[in-house]
């Protein structure tokens, strides 16, 4: 088991990402201290770890994400799952969570929604005389913090006090200016006509004055009308500008709330099964019941597979393949809460729980890869009583082969290899199961229960010189892996004949092994001393 | 060639690693969607183009997986959609079975693989996005791995380390763990579709195949997982299940809702070497004998388990 492939060491794999990483929080991580101590203890060659060091822009791709308010509302399982889909490793998806600043998403918005009420609640309430630009300016801060809530959670809550803050505050103001400028307008008029008044008593004569005077008043007044429309249009400009930016926003989370259900959709399109969510009838969970929504996207004119309180097994991805009559027929059942007639009630939980099971009367067999690879994990190995190694069981397929040694069983014929499969036809042609005698012996395979014979020396020397070199590495790998296993006693204390023999056929061989053994368990290499001993 | 038929929708097929003539089919009600189940233990017969039936195990709920033990010979274990595990021995008599019920998933156990290697631990997978590993001589499971966002439809063991073993998930990834450590070893993002079955070269551990909803088998080396070693396309529906030959190295077999099985050789250009549609519903369970090269046996929702030799019509007579 080479990992010459490799680029670097695996067990550097906790190390480069800390080389690589600008901000060095190793030490702290549970999860990478772990992963340093399992590398450690590990097979320093396995191939099944990551060994990439960290990509940066993968992690800077992956803090952005995380920091979308959006995605701060979501289960940290589905960020996660969304990351690994992207092609992140777990070691640059642990980086980004490490790097996204992250407030818990709970206190805060609370305490802030709490703020913003206060605010705008004393501003409303106010009676005192408060000039102008007061409410306006405590307006905005008011929506301005409710903006900050909702920036903060996205909850609708907030969303819809938000908005009731701006309509209260937009209300207060309004109310507030005609309060304050009606009156200051009125004092004012009065003053224009006192001065009129006055001055008309006393200025009969100067009429050109006094109509001058009066056509100045008339401006002042018009431009001071004007002035207050102005600041009144201003002020309903600013809360509707206010209403559009939010509406923006308002927009803006719809849409990745949008993009994330699809996102979400599009995980569980149509697998159906787990959509349905389990039994019939039983309630869900939210996310899995939630995916039913894609009821209409597809094409087929079928009834809707997705939507079902029952189990659908049915996975269509782009296409949907036809389901069958029956099927669809079911599930329209259990739609309408039927339950299908045919269901019975069945107990089968077991009689006795603590039923010992009945002895094995086989022998494990080797597995045709472990054959030629020559792995160490070969026949012979009963774990349990051997009693029955030969016995035929009364309810076994064997008594047949027994019987019945001239003919082999119609399925032990091979006729035809993998690229020939166009003389099916021919070989249909010559007999009932078109039976062409076997060209290559199946390998290891046997018709009765005898252990298999060693080897004579002649052929386990060829092996030796195919199966050593191989073996070597990919033994010490496996032992290593072994050695914390209990069962690595077995596989050595059940060495099999094959490698007794070869040892003691192979001296300078023996030698080798011991070698290749010793790097693993020194209890291994006792017993196989001890196996010495016995021969 | 010879035809099995089960009275529930056929789920899963496997061969024994014991006896060459026996296998195991995991059937369930109304195409799994609610019902009773059914687990069927059939032989065939040498003379002729029969199946028999051995024995069958009725279930309150419908079956899923089942997978034969490696260490006894009479002993398999099913998979149920209630969420739990049956564990039968045909040398006992019928009305001491099942052995065990061990029930510890929140949702239905959709797959089930024993490990080759070490021959006493079983992993299960299941809809509650765990995986958990046993041993029959313990009630309760070793250990659980909990890391998959979605559904978890297949786990495989690694044929060459015994620690080792994969896992395929509806968060379209495919997930690598050793049992020795606390989470999984390698998180590989296959498809942009659910990933529903998975299984290791035998005789190179470090190729792994992915079987998606988008229809196409993808064979991922696990030392430069960015890129898959290739792509096999050619099913016309997702693939359900893809299982590589214990015989020969190249060769993997899959089956798919389009209703067929095809087999595949990954090493050549034009990689689909044989192609059966035999099966008139989904086609969603096939297996490749260990013990007899090129032995092969395919169920469906059709109802029917066909046993044919590599290179036959399996409806053929």
Not at chain 1, 168 to 193: E, N, Y
Not at chain 2, 304 to 309: A, F, I, P
């Amino acid at each position: 088991m080479a990992t010459t492939q490799s680029p670097s060491p695996p067990n550097s794999n906790d190390d480069k990402p800390q080389a690589d990483s600008e901000v060095v929080h190793e030490a702290n991580q549970v999860q990478q201290d772990v992963g340093a101590e399992a590398a450690k203890h590990s097979v320093p060659a396995s191939v099944f770890v990551n060994s990439e060091p960290m990509r940066e822009d993968q992690v800077s791709n992956a803090v952005k994400f995380l920091s979308h308010p959006k995605v701060r509302g979501s289960p940290v399982i589905y960020r996660r799952s969304f990351l690994e889909r992207k092609g992140l490793t777990k070691e640059e998806i642990d980086e980004a969570f490490r790097r996204v600043p992250d407030p818990t998403p709970s206190s805060q918005p609370a305490s802030l929604n709490q703020d913003g009420q206060e605010k705008s609640s004393s501003n409303v309430q106010t009676q005192a005389p408060i000039q102008t630009p007061q409410p306006v300016a405590v307006a905005p801060a008011g929506i301005a913090s409710s903006v900050t809530v909702a920036r903060r959670q996205f909850h609708w809550n907030h969303a819809v006090s938000a908005v009731g803050l701006l309509a209260a505050s937009g209300c207060g103001t309004a109310l507030l200016i005609k309060k304050v400028i009606i009156p200051k307008l009125k004092l004012w008029v009065r003053k224009v006509v006192l001065e009129e008044e006055n001055d008309y008593a006393k200025k009969i004569d100067a009429k050109p004055s006094l109509v001058e005077e009066a056509a100045a008043a008339a401006k002042a007044a018009a431009a001071a009308a004007s002035d207050v429309a102005k600041a009144s249009q201003e002020m309903l400009n600013s809360k509707n500008e206010e209403r559009r930016r939010f509406e923006e926003f308002m927009n803006l989370m719809d849409v990745q709330m949008q993009e994330m259900k699809s996102m979400s959709n599009s995980i569980r399109k149509l697998e159906g099964q787990a959509n349905s969510s389990g039994r019939a009838f039983s309630d869900h969970d939210d996310h899995r019941v939630s995916s039913s929504s894609t009821k209409q996207s597809y094409a087929n004119g079928k009834v809707d597979v997705n939507v079902q309180p029952g189990r659908s097994s049915t996975p269509p991805a782009s296409a949907e393949p036809p389901h069958p009559k029956s099927y669809m027929e079911i599930m329209e059942m259990i739609q309408r809460g039927e339950k299908p007639s045919n269901i019975r009630e069945v107990n089968d939980m077991p009689p006795n729980p603590n039923q010992q099971l009945s002895n094995p009367r086989i022998a494990p067999r080797t597995k045709p890869w472990e054959a030629q690879n020559g792995s160490r994990h070969q026949v012979l190995q009963s774990q349990t009583s051997a009693e029955g190694l030969n016995q035929n069981g009364r309810d076994n397929g064997l008594n047949y082969l027994l019987d019945d040694e001239s003919s082999t069983p119609w399925w032990q014929r091979k006729n035809v290899r993998i690229t020939e499969i166009e003389n099916e036809d021919e070989v249909k042609a010559t007999g009932p199961f078109g039976v062409r005698t076997n060209e290559q012996p199946p390998p290891l395979v046997q018709r009765t229960w005898v252990p298999p014979q060693p080897p004579p020396v002649a052929m386990l020397e060829a092996g030796e010189a195919i199966w050593r070199p191989k073996s070597a590495p990919k033994e010490t790998a496996t032992q290593e892996q072994s050695a914390d296993d209990q069962s690595a006693a077995h596989p050595s204390e059940v060495t099999d004949e094959l490698q007794r023999i070869t040892k003691m056929s192979e001296s300078a061989g023996a030698v080798e092994m011991n070698g290749g053994f010793s790097t693993g368990s020194s209890a291994v290499k006792q017993e196989q001393e001890n196996s010495y001993g016995e021969n | 060639m010879p035809v099995f038929k089960t009275p529930f929708n056929g789920y899963s097929v496997r061969f024994s690693p014991f006896y060459e003539s026996r296998l195991a089919v995991a059937t369930a009600q109304n195409f799994g969607i609610l019902g009773n189940g059914r687990v069927h233990v059939i032989d065939l017969a040498p003379t002729g183009p029969v199946i028999n039936e051995l024995i069958a195990f009725d279930t309150a709920d419908g079956v899923y997986d089942v997978a034969w033990s490696e260490s006894h010979d009479s002993v398999l274990v099913a998979a149920i959609a209630d969420g739990s595990i049956k564990v039968y021995d045909t040398a006992l008599p019928p009305q001491s079975n099942p052995v065990r019920s061990l029930k510890e998933h929140a949702r239905e156990v959709h797959g089930l693989d024993y490990n080759p290697t070490r021959r006493d631990s079983f992993l299960s997978a299941s809809w509650d996005d765990s995986v958990k590993l046993w041993t029959l001589d313990r009630p309760v499971s070793l250990r659980t791995f909990r890391e998959h966002a979605y559904c978890v439809y297949s786990v495989a063991w690694n044929p060459k380390h015994a620690d080792v073993f994969a896992s395929a998930s509806g968060d379209c990834t495919v997930r690598i763990w050793d049992v020795r450590e606390p989470g999984s070893t390698m998180v590989i993002p296959g498809h942009e579709h659910e990933i529903l079955s998975c299984d290791w070269n035998k005789y190179d551990e470090c190729l792994i195949a992915t079987a998606s909803v988008d229809k196409s088998i993808k064979i991922w080396d696990v030392r430069n997982y960015r890129v898959p070693v290739s792509v096999l396309n050619g099913h016309g529906y997702a693939v359900k299940k893809v299982k590589f030959s214990p015989h020969r190295r190249n060769l993997l077999v899959s089956c798919s809702y389009d209703m067929t099985v095809c087999l595949w050789d990954f090493m050549v250009e034009d990689a689909l070497v044989g192609r059966h549609d035999h099966h008139t519903e989904f086609a969603v369970g096939v297996d490749l004998s260990v013990l007899v090269d090129g032995l092969m046996a395919s169920t469906g929702w059709d109802e029917l388990v066909y046993v044919w030799q590599q290179g036959m019509d399996p409806r053929a007579s």
